[in-house]
């Protein structure tokens, strides 16, 4: 079983940046893919990006393709969103979650996710 926890959410405004981490423990923590979803109100959650613990392959949605970039640190078993020109449809709470299914989109095929940090970007 892996343990995630989300941090660096707050509130920007549109064309900033915010770093989201998540850090990962538990016993073979580092042989899961990660994978970052969000959840706007009244929406369905959905796909934003996905890394696998070696670094590669990575995987984005397009609505995030060139504004976001996902990375890990294996030493601290951290996983990383760096997000930048934020935009005010960006806003949600975000998740991060793992699986042993490689970078994949669908949210079912996670089994562990973290409770969520939100994210609110002011126009």
């Known amino acids: 079983q892996v343990q995630l926890v989300e941090s660096g959410g707050g509130l920007v405004q549109a064309g900033g940046s915010l770093r989201l981490s998540c850090a990962a423990s538990g016993r073979y923590a580092s042989s899961y893919a990660m994978g970052w979803f969000r959840q706007a109100p009244g929406k369905e959650r959905e796909f934003v990006a996905a890394?696998?613990?070696?670094?590669?392959?990575?995987n984005y949605a397009d609505s995030v393709k060139g504004r976001f970039t996902t990375s890990r640190d294996s030493a601290k078993n951290t996983v990383y969103l760096q997000m930048n020109n934020l935009k005010p449809e960006d806003t949600a709470v975000y998740y991060c979650a793992a699986t042993l299914d490689g970078p994949v989109v669908e949210p079912r095929r996670y089994r562990n996710w973290g409770r969520g940090t939100q994210v609110t970007v002011s126009s």
């Open positions: 890394i696998n613990w070696g670094g590669s392959p990575s």
